[in-house]
């Protein structure tokens, strides 16, 4: 393996686990192409452990946030040994919080840090629906 390989294939590891600036992760040229494809599997698990939580304190009574009060939310129920910010995606980005029926749906920007486009990275739950007596 040549150093060039290396590089391609440390470097974007260590910039994640590592390379952070200001809540976000930089990167250039063809570090960028690679953001998505080390990133995005990241950010799909952290929006899955977000929405959990939102669920959680749906059950519980609490409600959803607002879209206003979404990023308090995130910051008060999730930690992030990565970043300052664990209200911000991996890409910098706040997430979005939609409702959908009978659930909702949470959605990163994705790569490209662009909302509604076709590298969004979105997870949505369902409420439970309580048993109907017979």
Sequence with gaps: MNIVNLMFRV???????????????????????????????IVA???????????????QGGGLPGP??????I??????KVREDSSLDLFGQPYQLELLPGGFQL???GPDEVL???????????FPVEEQPE
């Design 11 to 41: 470097a974007p590891v260590a910039a994640v686990v590592y390379g952070t600036h200001n809540g976000a992760i930089q990167w250039h040229g063809a570090y960028g192409r690679a953001k998505g494809t080390l990133v995005a599997p």
């Design 45 to 59: 698990v952290e929006l899955g452990h977000i929405c959990n939580q939102l669920l959680y304190e749906h059950l």
């Design 68 to 73: 206003w009060q979404l990023r308090d939310f």
């Design 75 to 80: 910051r008060e129920s999730m930690t992030s």
């Design 107 to 109: 959605r990163s920007a």
């Design 116 to 126: 509604s486009t076709e590298d969004d990275i979105t997870v949505a739950r369902r």
